[in-house]
């Protein structure tokens, strides 16, 4: 296993547990991280991410709210949010990481830690996450309704194009 990658499993272990324990597990934090690898790289990327994931985990959950439609964080697995909180981060704090990798590192890290169905779902909200930050909301065909599609109607019984 390459050395970033044990890093993300390590900072993922840390940040499910400050999601479960709280604050308590705060002072606990670096104690975990330093014993989970003899690596001075992998304990350090892992710290990182741990502390920079979990400092903005307020910001990262307004985007998986808007992300993630009909999904909000604190209703997730907490194993998925945290799995989704690393990916955010990367993508909007860490430009030294190619947006990608991130997303494809937060599938992997799903895939092995949560349900089969998982990686999947990581995907979908991380790219959504990613042409939000990027300001290509909505510029995808896939989201724009066929054109010879007929028209919806609203909850009073309008047609949505009216």
Avoid at 50 to 57: D, L, P
């Amino acid at each position: 296993m390459k050395r970033r990658e044990q890093a993300r499993r390590i900072a993922l272990q840390a940040l499910y547990q400050l999601d479960v324990r709280g604050e308590e597990f705060g002072p606990d934090v670096v104690e975990f991280l330093m014993s989970s690898t003899k690596d001075p790289e992998v304990y350090f990327f892992a710290r990182r991410l741990t502390e920079g994931a979990w400092a903005a985990r307020e910001a990262s959950d307004r985007l998986i709210r808007q992300a993630a439609e009909h999904w909000r964080p604190e209703r997730m697995a907490i194993i998925d949010r945290n799995v989704l909180r690393l990916g955010v981060y990367e993508l909007t704090q860490c430009p030294d990481i190619p947006p990608r990798v991130a997303i494809d590192q937060a599938i992997e890290l799903a895939k092995h830690f949560s349900a089969a169905e998982s990686g999947s779902f990581v995907n979908g909200v991380l790219d959504h996450v990613l042409r939000i930050v990027r300001g290509e909301e909505g510029t995808h065909a896939e989201e724009a309704p066929p054109q010879d599609a007929p028209a919806t109607k609203t909850t009073d019984g309008a047609k949505a194009d009216e």
